[in-house]
């Protein structure tokens, strides 16, 4: 089975500090994904890598940022954390061979104070 | 263009019942749809998926009807369990496209009564 592992379940962080979330996925996919989900407003891409040290920005990618140093690990980086930042974000992989089929982890939930 | 209309927001069903889920999109070259099942506190999961070449697929108690000309199509959950309550998510991607052309619905909180 692909398992996409996000390390941390819940953080919670003060306005203003740097957070790092952190993706790891077991498949050897070439393509790795960071989603935010809100209610109501379904799951929107952030940014997402088709390759290593390779990103391409998402729908929403004002205020993050990534790092894809190795090809299982996919970094989603809020440089100064804002409250409208508190939601939970989803990493996500797939492979070319796969087709379309996206697999995610179980979510980092962050909520900014 | 590139937006997926899900409707309803939320769902409640009892027992045994048939749960619809819609879905509307208006992009011509969107030829993949996926739907996505999300249980609570966990991340969503490839559920069904459809292509247009047919006007429905069906595993299990789950069937997806496509409507090409209408462009529209839907997910029918057949003598709904409580253990269907989660959030279900539409999505549409041209295939051509990859992975990260996938464009999703708001999705739809399933509530399932005993």
């Known amino acids: 089975d692909v398992k996409v592992t996000q390390s941390s379940r819940y953080l919670v962080k003060r306005t203003g500090e740097k957070v790092f979330l952190e993706c790891v996925q077991d498949?050897?996919?070439?393509?790795m994904f960071w989603y935010r989900q809100d209610p109501g407003l379904g799951l929107r891409l952030i940014y997402f890598?088709?390759?290593?040290?390779?990103?391409e920005k998402g729908d929403i990618p004002e205020g993050y940022s990534v790092s894809r140093e190795k090809k299982e690990r996919f970094s989603l980086i809020l440089e100064s954390a804002s409250t409208n930042q508190t939601s939970m974000y989803l990493c996500?992989?797939?492979?070319?061979?796969?087709?379309?089929?996206?697999?995610f982890g179980e979510g980092s939930w962050l909520t900014v104070v | 263009q590139q937006q997926v209309k899900q409707s309803p927001q939320s769902l409640i069903v009892q027992k045994g019942g048939i749960s619809i889920i819609n879905c509307a999109y208006e992009?011509?070259?969107?030829?993949?749809f996926p739907w996505y099942q999300q249980f609570p506190g966990k991340g969503p999961a490839l559920l069904i998926a459809i292509r247009p070449d047919v006007s429905e697929k069906k595993e299990g108690r789950f069937t997806i009807s496509f409507n090409k000309s209408a462009k529209q199509f839907s997910l029918h959950i057949m003598d709904s369990q409580p253990g269907d309550s989660a959030t279900y998510f539409c999505a549409a991607t041209p295939t051509q496209g990859g992975s990260e052309k996938l464009v999703f619905g708001k999705g739809t909180k399933l509530t399932v009564n005993p």
């Open positions: 992009n011509t070259a969107f030829d993949y």
């Open positions: 996500a992989s797939s492979s070319r061979a796969s087709g379309n089929t996206i697999y």
């Open positions: 890598s088709y390759d290593v040290k390779m990103k």
């Open positions: 498949m050897d996919h070439e393509n």
